[in-house]
Nanobody, 129 residues
Framework: QWQPVESGGDMVQPGGSLRLSCATS????????VGWFRQAPGKEREGVSC????????NYADSVKGRFTISRDNAKNTVYLEMNGLKPGDTAVYYC??????????????????????WGQGTQVVVSS
């Protein structure tokens, strides 16, 4: 069993930008689709964005479409979430998760049937003036 590690969470002003990273040691992460999820206090976890192993397929929640960009650098075994135009409603703990099935060509914004088997511990993003 292995675990992705998130970093980059911080406190920023509304309209600001932030880049989150999801990484592992070794070369495991490049084999898997990766999703970013977030959970605010008192709210259910929601899918934010996801990317296929090769980076060809990406999906975004409507609430972040046009503001967030997901990408990956498989040579560094790292997945990024670039967040622009941040709003107070984006405040949450952001989690990175890897699909339990390697080499899938698609990704999903839900965890139906436990499709994401490897979860990080989260990194906190606070958007406030």
């Amino acid at each position: 069993q292995w675990q992705p590690v998130e970093s980059g969470g911080d406190m920023v002003q509304p309209g600001g930008s932030l880049r989150l990273s999801c990484a592992t040691s070794g070369d495991k992460l490049r084999r898997y689709a990766v999703g970013w999820f977030r959970q605010a206090p008192g709210k259910e976890r929601e899918g934010v964005s996801c990317i296929s192993p090769g980076g060809i397929t990406t999906n975004y929640a409507d609430s972040v479409k046009g503001r967030f960009t997901i990408s990956r650098d498989n040579a560094k075994n790292t997945v990024y979430l670039e967040m622009n135009g941040l709003k107070p409603g984006d405040t949450a703990v952001y989690y990175c998760a890897a699909d339990r099935t390697p080499f899938s060509s698609t990704c999903a914004l839900t965890n139906d049937n436990g499709r994401y088997g490897y979860w990080g511990q989260g990194t906190q993003v606070v958007v406030s003036s």
